[in-house]
Nanobody, 127 residues
């Protein structure tokens, strides 16, 4: 059974850090690009970051650039999102997703680029 499982979310104060993990089961992450998305209440799901299949290339939304870092460990079948200098505006449910199209086709921010999604992990930034 193919699954992506996110973990690492929680409540953090503004300026704090969290590290999200996305663990794959039922398939090997090796060979697939992965994206992170987030969705706040009442808002559309938005792309946060993207990493190529071998980890040599990453992309970030303007709102998180310089604060978030995406990495992968194919040996552990896991992708990570290190989030620093968190702001209340970062509060959302965070999802990882497997890309089944190359990013140049529809763009890494397009949800149609992805076929499998995790269940999400809640991140709340509040004092």
């Amino acid at each position: 059974q193919l699954q992506l499982v996110e973990s690492g979310g929680g409540l953090v104060q503004p300026g704090g850090s969290l590290r999200l993990s996305c663990a794959a089961s039922g398939f090997t992450l090796d060979g697939y690009a992965i994206g992170w998305f987030r969705q706040a209440p009442g808002k559309e799901r938005e792309a946060v970051s993207y990493i190529s299949s071998l980890g040599g290339s990453t992309s970030y939304a303007h709102s998180v650039k310089g604060r978030f870092t995406m990495a992968r460990d194919n040996a552990k079948n896991t992708v990570f999102l290190q989030m620093n200098s968190l702001e209340p505006e970062d509060t959302a449910v965070y999802y990882c997703a497997r890309a089944h199209r190359p990013s140049y086709a529809l763009g890494w921010t397009n949800i149609l680029t992805y076929d499998y999604w995790g269940q999400g992990t809640q991140v709340t930034v509040s004092s």
